[in-house]
């Protein structure tokens, strides 16, 4: 089944997409250079060139799927707690937020009324330096004076969406609706921006 950014699942969807594409685009070109050199005897032909240009695409394939064999998933039990303090909270999973100098490993966000709340599922990265790249991204997108804050405890990020799912409650804030109601073209939502900086 598909899975989409956001997602639970989706970078395990992404380590067997980008794994079998590799495989079938390297499989593809060194295929098409054996032909050529059963063809003709040797690697002089055009069957080489066609090879050697092949690689080009499979290169790419084969540096995604590293970068996604190399994330960090949410864990199905973190996944079950985060649900169940979900409320009516939009959480989005599985991200791999890219930087210039590295990547960041986040597994679920949510944002409300100008907070952005987000769980590290690695424990080696430093949480301030994820706070200040969205930080940077959402003030580029014209995002400015949020309030963004990443856990690296998950019972902590669960008693923050509680919070979060109070206030919105309170104020009668409808996150999905903000979301679908969004138009290609128009300025992204800041949850759309998470997305757009991930993998």
């Known amino acids: 089944m598909k899975k989409y950014k956001g997602d639970f699942g989706y970078i395990a969807y992404r380590k067997k997409i980008t794994t079998v594409r590799t495989v079938i685009c390297l499989a593809a ?4 250079f054996l032909i050529g050199l059963a063809i003709n005897g040797t ?4 069957f ?7 690689c ?8 995604n799927m590293i970068m996604f064999l190399k994330a ?3 864990s199905d039990d973190a996944h079950r707690e985060i649900e169940a303090h979900r409320g009516g909270l939009l959480i989005n999973y599985d991200h791999v937020i890219t930087s ?22 690695d424990d080696a ?12 991204m959402m003030a580029q997108g014209g995002y400015s004076n949020y309030s963004i804050k990443v856990f690296d405890k998950l019972d902590s990020f669960c008693s923050r969406l509680d919070q979060l799912e109070k206030l919105r409650s309170d104020k009668n804030i409808d996150p999905q609706a903000i979301e679908d109601s969004w138009v290609p073209g128009t300025a992204q939502t800041a949850a759309g921006i998470l997305l757009s900086i991930s993998l």
């Open 48 to 54: 080489s060139i066609i090879a050697a240009l092949g």
């Open 43 to 46: 690697q002089k032909n055009v």
């Open 100 to 121: 210039y100098d590295k990547n960041f490993n986040v597994a679920a966000s949510t944002v409300l009324d100008k907070n952005i709340c987000c769980l590290c599922s």
């Open 72 to 74: 960090k998933a949410c």
């Open 125 to 136: 990265a430093d949480t301030d330096d994820i706070e200040k790249h969205i930080k940077k």
């Open 56 to 63: 080009l695409p499979t290169g790419w394939s084969a540096v």
């Open 29 to 32: 070109s060194v295929g098409i």
